[in-house]
């Protein structure tokens, strides 16, 4: 079986050989943009969205990536032709690319060749872990507003999706201290719910769908596809400031968020969010969605569960 | 010529083998904490301070290096005494630890073996390139203040030697346009002064050093050194909220970092700062530490520039 | 056995007939200030700083207590002296003022009576309750910091002891979730460490003791008492702005407040502060302040639970 | 006659026998949410939704009120027919709930009676008083902006109806300064206008009513009652941040709450508001309020002031 | 030829002539509030706006005019039908309007008469120059986020067009550190972007046009045209905060203005904005807007810069 | 008699004839800084500090005034030396220094000279109004705190004295809502005290002076008098964040300015402060001041209402 491969700097190497020498930028200053794309049967989902949303973040941070667009889409595809060539059919793939700002030329001195002086760009693909979301998939998951803090745009952009994030792993810390299970879903400093490390927060309210702003949070594609998915449905959505109040008091709660489209949440600092399960609007979404693509993502998920237990 | 060699999870390996799995959290969320001690006649100077304060920085993260004190000092040392033995007696050596969540377990699986659950402990070192301070030594540094603001403590408390600093890349940026040679003086959400990327600021103010209170920036070892060094020469040292205003007015002003101890401050968004050059107070700190450390510290920069050209 | 009595609007109650109307406007707005002082050995201690600081909390809101000075003492010791006469020697006794902005007078017009203009005064007393204190004293108190925020000095200010505190409510609530037996430490719409609900915070950092500024927080007469000691000891104090991140790396910590003088605080969102273990130097106050009040302050509180156990 | 009753923690009782011990925690903590409905005809209006927003405030205070919907809708309006019965025609009711967190089991040992572990519950009726509200429906009401702010959200939310309001208190007797009978209208931190102490702020702008948005002040019934007959009217209606700037050039402004339905603004800090008197939408608006409910709201006001006078 | 006129307090008189003493408000207090409308065809446009506009922010400064509207419609018209009469075809005027507190009653006691009591009102015109801007409507502006932030409403409102601006003054010093031409766009203190010293920013993105709340900048009656023409022209329009990220990703960007209607910003803290050049929506509203006045808006700028040149 | 003379752009002229152009960007845009000195005897009293003072404005706007020091100095000393000459030997003089950013270039071309590149620069004097303060110097005056609040430094920064400051002029007529003798303390964005329009507060708290720190308000030069003067008295001196409730509380409160020194504050808000008079350290710190210039200030003052009179 021919080994995972990796795209770094122009080539593609085995899964074992990836890796970064200790004064990339990437790990001296988390000076670094990322995208994630998934699979659907094997094949990437909007990944011209993602590849845009790549371009913002390379814009706004001034990186240069060096690649055309169509070679970036090329080596996508190419990594994941080959990387899910001996996956089964009910697994699939999440894509991850990454670029850093290229070497600390300080530091590189420690190194015998002299420092790269353009951006570290990689792509990787990693097996979507079903099994560990096949529980939350059926029972919602528990959200936590710990007291750390959301960094605010003016310090560094949420919109960009960059890897400088010591603040949503110290709010997950702080998260599980209530229960190990938690997932931290971040208040700005004025106390409005952001996201949470890894997803989108959408609320149902009397039967709109609601979601804060997207000028503070990732603006996600997952979260755009709610958005679609509620037009089709017929469902009203709106973005506005949300508080836990509105958390505390929705009818519904989900995250929305690449790998797993869509999850619910049904419990906020230790009390239920309506019923205290998934309900109706999740699971009208989700089937939509699934419908889209072709594949009873839920279903996937919680069947990979099962056959990992 | 034996290589230079960098300590990494246990094991001393050559500079050219040290590196990172893409999936390392440093590389994948900034979850990384270090620190920078240096050499003086290439024995460490301070390594206890900066081991404690790292100490610190593990304790608020919650990281577990999984080494003894004795150990910790131990590999610092053998390495700094094997990493210099082949340097020139006016070179001196940077020491960076560093140590990261570990692994992100879910990436990991494009790895062949399973994710090691404990932090990532690194420390390595590098040439101090004098060559690069040698004019600022002399003419002093122009400081810009970018519109890229500080990241508040209630999201990411600089009091921890973190490396999740997208920020300081992005004001670097902005700071550079205004000159090339400028280096970013970061205001917080309030608009008083904080740090730079790599060193506090002090200010001298009619006879007293003043500096930005150290609960809202690093709380800098050479700051610290400056201090005592204050308490030496007789002079009064005051913490306070600085703003622009301060330091376009102040009599002198100058950088504390690690690697060059203090650098004179010239300029400020193109204005310059007292006579606009190097203040008598400045060098009557900096001779005053080479005393107490047994080297010219400004000499040795200044001739490391002269070497190089 | 003579009940316990309350003074309440010029009139000493049996405890049983002590009840406000509901339309009062202490339950209607929590238009309400209050004081809490003890006694040692069955004596009000420090009453007269008790009641300056009433009196300052009444001078703010504007509220008129309709007593002189020396009414309000004689009072205050009457009651002391009944209801401590048939207490045994080893318990002590809480007295709390409250004092409302009267009735509110178009809910009143549901009684026959007309509405009181005037405040609504009430002094009453409680035992003090060792036994909830006596582990506590031992093991020390872990504190949680709630994503619930401390109300601004521009909203309403700490220094006055007000009632109008559903907000330490709902941090308590926040705080039990991680666990049942935690206090919640507020913090203050910029991250900085206020208070709990019912004590100040006092760190110990390299032999000196640091607690926030009294300017954000109410002016605690215990604190002030610890102050007081300090510099009967040699031990310095400082205000100063405090963060999460000076807790967790503080050598020892503590919580003062009238009931129970003093408490360690080992513990802070689940880490150990310190040892884990209540420090010297809380030892060392704890046993000056004893002196002081010819009371074994701890020993008291420990019996207290053993008693009771 | 019958005297009027008072529900209290599951009895009916005479209004004077209608109190709380001092150690509720509505008392010694302001920790109450409560609502207000009031008649037409001395029937409830909307009870429905002031109930559910009781459920949404006791949901986010985790208060339990241990009494089912349908036994809450049958007291209160068992409460109202009793305390109706002998009303005069042209009089009306409002009815108060209130629910507090319970007794305070400390201060609570000064009774004889062990402390009651549930949450206090209450409802009470009054007479609307249509004497004190005539002169401002027919003048205008004057508002004032105080330097007291609002509590923030992160701290308290505005959203539950909550009785931690000394705030408020502090607010009204600012804006008292200016005007015995001014009204405040409280700015946040931020300086956008939120309510005054019992109402919701609405303005006509060019034909567009305007309000701040719900999110940031309690979300009015009276006001979604505005929005209601808006709609009806083909008035736009749009939420949107406002500031003293909007309030000072608005062509007309008014009060949207319970008791009163509507009342005119027609001063602000001093300063006219329009023509400075009630305006032509106003009007429309509280004519079409009274079709709906069968009341001339506003001339059962204004003839109740001539009743009383 | 007959001098250019100035209105000053009530008078026409020639400009040289047009001063005001060194006591007045608008030179102590910086209490002045100001009008800018521009001709067509030596016409005066849309000065019903403008002077609607004057009027809110003399009623939010409670400035009061003394003149009639009739009067101040007559002499802005008298004013620039003398002040055209021997201008050239294709050169047009600006109107500025301002009016001060009137005159510091105890620094007036310098001169010889008695200060005046009432406001201060001029009115001048100026020729536009249009050389100035002709090669920024080519080639598109350059604009720079200083460090120094917009004034927040709480504190001066900037929906008021006044002249206390020493802030924007110091915000254009720092923007031309960057490059001399580049114009200051500030950020407010949370860093969201405003609007420039003399323009509104509208945005293109994905087809819809964006420009921040005009709660919170100058509500430019330039941007209100631009509004209408989107309308006209079928395009979305939107209200929407907006950070640095959105600038640096936009399709297109302009500054609406009353001197110059519309101008293309292609560049941003040195970074290019869309195409880097002026944009085909930018040309299609600018066109739109030379019909509507019957004058070609770009072509007589840039030829006004031909002929200067 | 001679006339009053004015320095203006390099030329003594008669105060008739002291105006400055309608485009002079003082009137235009605010741009100026400004300096006030008086005089004791008639003579310049500390003028060395109040032109360093103005230094530090010129550096931080980067105005340019053109004049050596002693150019300044010259000027200012004949300036007061002429106007003083027919002043009776109970009267004093201030000289006031302003400082604008020289000719607006674009409306300048409505006169026929071009406009002036350099700064504008004057001084003149004006008599001190000694009968507008008697009164207040014996009962104190009434600060008000409006709701408009303090500009924060990030945006324009109080240690300048500009004259930016319409902000002032709206808080004024707030306070006169109150009290048309009231003097507005305006609050900054946290609700801290900061200053007057025209003068510092200090208050008496337990035998100590405070006063807000002098980084947020302008750094008063009479301010630092009575800091000299404190320390002359033996009486600690100490900087604070105060607020409303430390006013209020206070054991005394005063102004400090230079025109008329230091002045009773003996209300705020309505609330007397201490004893509702003028208190004891007030008496004492201006005797002392007296009897350092050598003359007694509050009886010229209070003289000088009974002359008027």
């Known amino acids: 079986v021919s080994e995972t491969l990796v795209y770094l700097n122009g080539r593609m190497l085995p899964a074992s050989e990836a890796h970064l020498p200790i004064y990339d930028l990437g790990i001296v200053q988390g000076a670094t943009v990322t995208e994630m794309t998934r699979t659907f049967r094997h094949r990437l989902w909007r990944l011209d969205e993602h590849l ?33 060539q001996h996956m089964a059919a009910h697994e699939e793939l999440g894509l991850v690319h990454f670029v850093t700002a290229g070497e600390h030329a300080i530091y590189a001195n420690l190194s015998e060749r002299p420092p790269r002086s353009s951006c570290t760009v990689c792509a990787h ?37 960059y890897r400088s994030r010591l603040h949503y792993y110290l ?21 409005n719910v952001t996201e949470t490390n890894a997803a989108n927060l959408l609320l149902l309210e009397a039967g709109t769908v609601v979601s804060p702003p997207a000028v503070y949070t990732l603006p996600g594609i997952s979260r755009a ?17 949300l508080q836990t109040y509105h958390v505390m008091n929705a009818d519904e709660a989900f995250l929305a968020s690449t790998p797993y489209c ?4 049904t419990k906020i600092n230790g009390a239920s969010i309506g019923t205290g399960r998934p309900g109706p609007v999740f699971s009208r979404l989700l089937s939509a969605w699934s419908q889209v693509v072709g594949v009873d993502i839920g279903g996937q ?9």
Chains 1, 2, 3, 4, 5, 6 share one sequence.
């Not at 079903?130 to 998939?137: N, P, Q, T």
């Not at 507003?145 to 960009?160: A, E, F, G, N, Y």
């Not at 709010?171 to 106390?191: F, K, N, S, T, Y």
């Not at 709610?226 to 709106?238: A, H, K, N, S, T």
């Open 125 to 161: 693909t990693f097996r979507l872990p079903f099994e560990r979301w096949a529980r939350h998939m059926q029972e919602g998951v528990h959200v936590v507003t710990p007291s750390i803090r959301q960094v605010p745009p003016q310090c560094l952009d949420p919109k960009i999706k």
């Open 225 to 241: 596809m709610v958005i679609e998915l509620c037009g089709q449905l017929g469902m009203p959505f709106r973005e506005r400031d």
């Open 52 to 84: 845009q949303r790549l371009g913002r973040s390379l814009r706004y941070t001034r990186m240069n990536l060096g690649l055309s667009w169509e070679e970036l889409v090329a080596l996508s595809e190419q990594l994941v032709a080959h990387n899910a």
């Open 171 to 191: 709010a997950e810390q702080e998260a599980r201290l209530v229960d190990p299970e938690a997932v931290a879903l971040l208040l700005d400093v004025a106390g």
């Open 301 to 309: 998920i919680i069947e990979g569960g099962r056959n990992s237990g």
């Open 262 to 265: 869509l999850m619910p949440v």
